[in-house]
């Protein structure tokens, strides 16, 4: 989860919740019960192009493959720890929810309301999302 309370700690109990029964819960910004506050257009559109393309290259039936506030059960964590991941920046939490996928762990998404507060830049371009996408073919397909 982020650290400057994007990420409302006060989800952390239904994370756990819904992780007693699935291997990974993610918080998801576009749950559609989920609210957005805060986020610059530009911000929005390059996170939602980023979303839209990892499902349709990665085929994992979750919308939020960016959000890193997510609880992964000992299993996952367990399996992880072994793995190499290829990604850099923000395209390694995609790669983690494809690989985990592959392995066959189950996945669940709860709604959360994402409020923007820190006022810092992003470094998300076109250009680390065109980088983005041409790891998520590699993937994909290697």
């Not at 959000?67 to 000992?74: E, I, L, M, V």
């Not at 367990?78 to 920046?89: K, N, V």
């Given at each position: 989860?982020d650290?400057?309370?994007?990420?409302?700690?006060?989800?952390?109990?239904?994370?756990?919740?819904?992780?007693?029964?699935?291997?990974?819960?993610?918080?998801?910004k576009?749950?559609?019960?989920?609210?957005?506050?805060?986020?610059?257009?530009?911000?929005?559109?390059?996170?939602?192009?980023?979303?839209?393309?990892?499902?349709?290259?990665?085929?994992?039936?979750?919308?939020?493959?960016t959000?890193?506030?997510?609880?992964?059960?000992?299993?996952?964590i367990?399996?992880l720890?072994?793995?190499?991941?290829?990604?850099?920046g923000?395209?390694?939490?995609?790669?983690?929810v494809?690989?985990?996928?592959?392995?066959?762990?189950?996945?669940?998404?709860i709604?959360?309301?994402?409020?923007?507060?820190?006022?810092?830049?992003?470094?998300l371009?076109l250009?680390?999302?065109?980088?983005?996408?041409h790891?998520?073919?590699?993937?994909?397909?290697?």
């Amino acid at each position: 989860m982020d650290a400057d309370l994007c990420h409302d700690p006060k989800y952390i109990p239904k994370l756990i919740t819904v992780g007693q029964k699935k291997d990974i819960v993610i918080a998801s910004k576009y749950h559609p019960k989920s609210t957005i506050k805060g986020l610059t257009i530009k911000r929005l559109v390059m996170s939602k192009i980023m979303n839209k393309a990892a499902r349709i290259i990665l085929h994992v039936p979750i919308t939020d493959y960016t959000n890193g506030y997510r609880c992964y059960n000992r299993r996952v964590i367990e399996y992880l720890i072994g793995q190499e991941f290829s990604s850099r920046g923000f395209v390694v939490l995609s790669e983690i929810v494809y690989i985990c996928y592959k392995k066959g762990f189950s996945f669940s998404e709860i709604p959360f309301n994402f409020i923007q507060v820190s006022t810092g830049r992003t470094n998300l371009n076109l250009k680390e999302i065109n980088e983005a996408i041409h790891t998520l073919i590699k993937l994909r397909f290697t």
